[in-house]
């Protein structure tokens, strides 16, 4: 079992910048591929980001690259999102979620753990 608690979310304006970490437990952290994923109300859960488990490659959706950095602290178990450059349309639940696997998954059936989710409400 992995426990995934995401911290961090709050409300912003927009072209503001907001960091959420997401802290593991329960098993070897590096062990686990890390995906970021929102869901804005009435939408379906979509993915923002995901980064291996070693931190070495990471992967983002088009609508926050370059915007978006996924980054991760194997010591601390916990991975980061940092978000710049936000933008109202950003407004949603993010949530982290582990995979243990070296291959690259987007869809949210595809991860295994997750955490209870952080709202980011970004205002215009």
């Known amino acids: 079992q992995v426990q995934l608690v995401e911290s961090g979310g709050g409300l912003v304006q927009a072209g503001g910048s907001l960091t959420l970490s997401c802290a593991a437990s329960?098993?070897?952290?590096?062990?686990?591929?890390m995906g970021w994923f929102r869901q804005a109300p009435g939408k379906e859960r979509e993915f923002v980001g995901r980064i291996s488990g070693s931190g070495g490659r990471s992967l983002y959706a088009d609508s926050v690259k370059g915007r978006f950095t996924i980054s991760r602290d194997n010591a601390k178990s916990t991975v980061y999102l940092l978000m710049d450059s936000l933008k109202p349309e950003d407004t949603a639940v993010y949530y982290c979620a582990a995979k243990k696997s070296i291959l690259v998954f987007t869809t949210p059936g595809s991860y295994d753990y997750w955490g209870q989710g952080t709202q980011v409400t970004v205002s215009s």
């Open positions: 329960g098993r070897t952290f590096s062990d686990y591929a």
